[in-house]
């Protein structure tokens, strides 16, 4: 019986990347960056080193793609037509579990981002990055409406108001981020720091 | 020749201990806490595991005391009359060098507060909660000066507002949190979303 040839560089299903990154998102919450090896991702996987080193090329790749993949990343959908609406609709986007999976995630990878040049550079190019790009074309729509002034100070900020309130919502008052949090924190800091009247 | 007694529990002294917190302090922002043993801090410091146990008590409690040592911890000294002058004090207590190193201990131990009880609840009682104290009563002067209303939503976020602007320059800009950074941050969006109008 001939053996069917198979190719070089083997192909795996969508269903089955899906569920390794899932499994990559899991170890980076339980053990962090650092203490996340390929060995450990195989086993949980039943999957070969081999095949994730041909697939990904690395750690750093793997779990870049990992997060890419896990997070909603839709903020180019959402245009409500205001900005208050905009950034409510950016926030209820996730429910409270995903918010406090995400910041365990970030917690996983925050201190790993700062020691390892590889997982930085992936991490900016394909997670920072584009997101800055996608929020800042939200907020240009903000102005070209006449909403927020062009010359706005906090304009440069408001990624670091939104993701600071949600990064220390659980150190400063030992609770997750959640939806209603950061909706509060939207109308009560982030809308009066760019001069946007909350009814 | 009699023997001199020994008190059960040794004496070390401040300069020791100054030693001490300074190289746990060191070995949390290399490693991080997971991977911080108490065989590393003897071994750099050259003390006995024993003393260390009998001193501190456990990780948990040497790594929070050390962090509460390192940090300068003054807010209570400020009082400039007017609350842009006391947040203005506030961050230039700190010079360039420090924030950054303050930065690389937190990402060494945000990980670690979230899967260790006894860090967290000893991280909450040293410093977090001393620290929201003393900034209440900040916030509370500038609330009785009549710069700020009492019902401002804001002053609830204050510090999401600024612990968020500190931890989060590093990842979105890729530059270390700077005192000339959070001069800027405080006057573009943390006074205004107060209220309070800067010249």
Request: glycine letters at 6%; charged letters at 30%; aromatic letters at 6%.
């Amino acid at each position: 019986m001939a053996e069917v040839a198979t190719p070089r560089r083997s192909r795996i299903t969508p269903e089955r990347e899906a569920e390794l990154y899932e499994a990559v998102l899991d170890l980076l919450r339980e053990v962090g960056y650092d203490a996340l090896t390929m060995d450990a991702v195989a086993a949980r996987t039943r999957s070969s080193k081999a095949t994730l080193y041909r697939q990904w090329g690395g750690k750093a790749e793997l779990v870049v793609r990992a997060i890419r993949h896990g997070k909603p990343g839709k903020l180019a959908e959402i245009d409500t037509g205001s900005l208050r609406g905009d950034l409510h609709a950016m926030v209820a986007q996730e429910d409270d579990c995903t918010m406090e999976r995400n910041s365990a995630l970030m917690r996983g990878v925050a201190m790993a981002i700062h020691h390892n040049p590889d997982l930085r550079q992936a991490f900016r190019e394909q997670l920072v990055e584009p997101e800055i790009q996608e929020f800042r074309r939200l907020l240009q729509r903000a102005v070209d409406r006449g909403e927020v002034r062009a010359d706005c100070p906090a304009l440069d900020f408001v990624l670091h108001m939104m993701v600071g309130g949600f990064a220390t919502r659980a150190l400063l008052d030992d609770q997750p981020p959640t939806r209603a949090f950061l909706t509060s924190y939207l109308d009560a800091v982030v809308l009066p720091a760019l001069g946007v009247r909350v009814p």
